[in-house]
C-alpha cells in the first residue's frame, strides 16, 4: 500500500527540513542564529497584543468564510492609501498568505496547466504547485542584473497552450528585488496579449529601501486579469497570526475562490480582530521606523558578507532577504554541516540552501538565502560566525 | 479568460449558501434561527480564554509545521484516555479538522483516484475533492435503518483499481449515527482486503448519547491504514480557533503530511496554546454536561418534529445533527423561501437543504439537516417555526 505520488513528490520545505538538525545543535548548548527564515524578531505591535486581551465574544464562532466584514473594511481603506480600489465582494481573507497562494492556483488553472514563474522564488510555491497539480515553468534570473527581468521575448517563448498565468513577487522573497514600473508594465502587456492571469505576491509592500513599489492592481490594463496575494505576518511581524488575503477585480475568480474558501469554513477569528486593531490605529512612523530598522540590517549583513572571500551578492532594495553566492561547493552539505559538526564561542549559523529556490535543478547549489531579521549585532555576529564555518568547511575540504 | 474547471465545479456550501438571503432577513427584523450550521452556542470554556488572555509572547512568531510540540503532547494524554496511543511523530495539528481533510486526500491519492463515502455524508467532502481532483464514489445509507452500512459485499462492489481509501465518519455528520464495533470491523477487514486506507473523521468523539463509540484506532487490523480525522472546534465550542489534528501510526503517511504542512507553514500558535490548556485542564464534568444538554436539545427537536405531519427521521445518537424528511417537494426552494418569503411573529428558520449531503444527484430532495446547537426553548421555538413554515409554504403550492 503505497501513499500518493504527489506525497512522495511534494518537497520538504528547504528553509525548514533543516529545523530538528538546528534543535539538535540548540540541545547541546549551540546559539543558532536563525537566518534560514523570514521570522523577524521585531515586537508584534501593542495594538495587535491588545485586541487580542479584549476580544469580547464568549463563543469563539464561526467567521464569514469571505473573511469577517469589518476587517474586509479596514483592509480597503488600507489599499486606498496605496492607491488601490477594492470593493468589500474583491477580496477574501485567507490563513496566512499561503493559502492565497493555493486559492490563486485552484481558481485559475486545472491539473497540467502552467504557470510561469521567475526563479529563484519563494519556495513553498513548489509545495502548491504539487498541490494543485500544475507546473511551474521556471525562466532564470541572475544576480548579475539584479534578478531583474529578462526581454519579454524571453518570457514569451515559455508560454505554452497550457499556460494561464505569471507569478511575481515584488518586493521578492529571496532576492530583495523591487520590480519596476517598466518591468510591471512589461508584465502586464505579455499577459494581455496572451491571455494570461497575472498573479503577484506583495506581502513585503513596507519593505522598500530604494527606488519606488508598483502594484499589479496599478496597472489598469490588466484589472481583469491581476490577483493580488497578500498577509499581515510581515508587515506587523505576526506570521503566527496566519491571517492573509487574496483580491482581484475579477469576479469570476472572486466567486471560485469563495467557494473554495466555504469549504475550509473560515480563517482564524481572533486574529482578524486583532489584526483590524493594527491596520486601523498604526502609524506610518510605524512603518518608518520598521523600513529604518530593516535598511541598517540589510546594510550590516552586506558589509559582512563583503568581507567573505570569494561571496557575492547583490544589494537588494526592498523585502529582508538576500540572495547570496557563497563560496563553498555545496550548499546542502554546507548548511547542515553548519548545525552538525561546527560551532564557534558556541554559536552556528543557519541558511536556507539555495536549490529550494530554484525549479531548475542544477541551479543554486552555491546559494544561500539570508533573512536580515535579526537585531544588528546579532546579524554581524551571525555573519561572521558564517564566514568562519566558510573558511573551517573549505579547510576540511582539502 | 476563463477561471478553471475546477473553479467551476466546486460547489457552494449548502450549509453557507444561503447566508446572504438570512442576512437580508435579519436586516428586515426577522429573527433566524440557524439551525443550518454546526454552530454551538455553548460557551467556549473560561479556560480557553483565559489562556488566550495570557499568552505571554511579545512576538507572534511562526509556530513548527507540525505544530506546537507542547500542543501534541496534550494530544497524546487526551487520546490516551480513549485507549489510543500516538507518538509524537503520528500526529500534525491542522487549521481546523478541514485541513486534515485534505492533507488525508493529498497523502494518498491522486487526480482521478477515488474513495467510497457513504451518504449523506458531510458536504465540505466534495469541495475538497474537487480541489484535489478525486472522485468521491457514494454508497448511499437510508433513514429506514438507522443511516447504518450496508453490507460488505455491497461495499466491495464500488472497489476499482483507483480507489485508495474509504471516508467513514463517527458519530456522523449529517446524520448523528454512531459507527458500532461490528461496522468498524467490517470497514477494517474490507480496508485489509483491499489494500486501503481508512480515514475517518471523529470529531464528535465526545457527543454520543446511546451506544459506544468505537475509533479506527481501536482496530488492531488497519493500524497502519488508518488516518484519524479531529478538530477541537465542536468539543470546546471554538470553531473560529481553526484548531484540529490528522494523526496516523503509518509513518510514509505522516511524512508526506508533515510536508504539505510545510508548505503552509503552521498552524494559528495562540489558538494551540489556548486549545492546550483546556485539553490539559478540563474536568470530565464538563464533557459530561455538554453531553447532557445536547441529549437534551435532540430529544426537544425530535419531539417537536414528530408533530409535524409528514416529517420523518431516526433517532440519532451521536453528534448534533438530524437528518430529516420533510413534506416538501422541493427542500432548496422552501429553505430560500422561509429566508425570502415567510416569516411567524418575526422569526424564521434555517436549514441545511439536504441535496448538498449527497453525491448522488438525485437523492436528498425532501431531507434537510437541522443542528440542534441552540437552547432547549430556542430549539423548541425554531422547530415550531419551521412547522407553520411547512404548512404555509404547501398552502402556497395547492
Known sequence: MNISVRGRRVPASPIRKLVPLAIDAERRGIKVYHLNI??????TPPLFWEAIKSYG?????????????DYIDSLIRYYRRYGIDFEPED???????SEAIVFSMLATSDPGDEFIIFEPFYTNYNGYAVMAGVKLVPITTSPENGYH??????????????TRGIFICTPNNPTGTVLTREEMEMIADIAERNELFVISDEVYREFVYEGNYTSVMHLPQVRDRA???????????ACGARIGNIASKNGEVMRSVLKFAQARLCPPSVEQYAAKN???NISDEYYRKM???????????IEELEKIPG???RKPSGAFYIMATLPVDDIEDFARWMLTDFSYNQTTTMIAPGPGFYATETLGKKEARIAYVLREEEIRSAMRTLAIGIERYNEGKR
Chains 1, 2 share one sequence.
Do not use: M
Not at 465574544?57 to 466584514?69: F, I, M, P, R, T
Not at 477580496?91 to 496566512?96: L, N, S, W
Not at 527581468?149 to 517563448?157: M, Q, S, T, Y
Open 227 to 237: 490577483i493580488l496575494l497578500d498577509s499581515v505576518s510581515k508587515r506587523f511581524s
Open 291 to 301: 523600513r529604518d530598522e530593516y535598511r541598517r540590517r540589510r546594510d550590516v549583513a
Open 278 to 280: 493594527v491596520f486601523d
Open 149 to 162: 527581468l529578462p526581454a519579454p521575448e524571453v518570457i514569451e517563448e515559455k508560454i505554452t497552450e497550457r
Open 57 to 69: 465574544a464568549k463563543v469563539l464562532a464561526y467567521g464569514n468564510s469571505q473573511g469577517d466584514l
Open 91 to 97: 477580496i477574501v481573507v485567507t490563513v496566512g498568505g
Open 38 to 43: 523570514g521570522q523577524p524578531d521585531i515586537e
Open 311 to 313: 561571496a557575492f551578492c
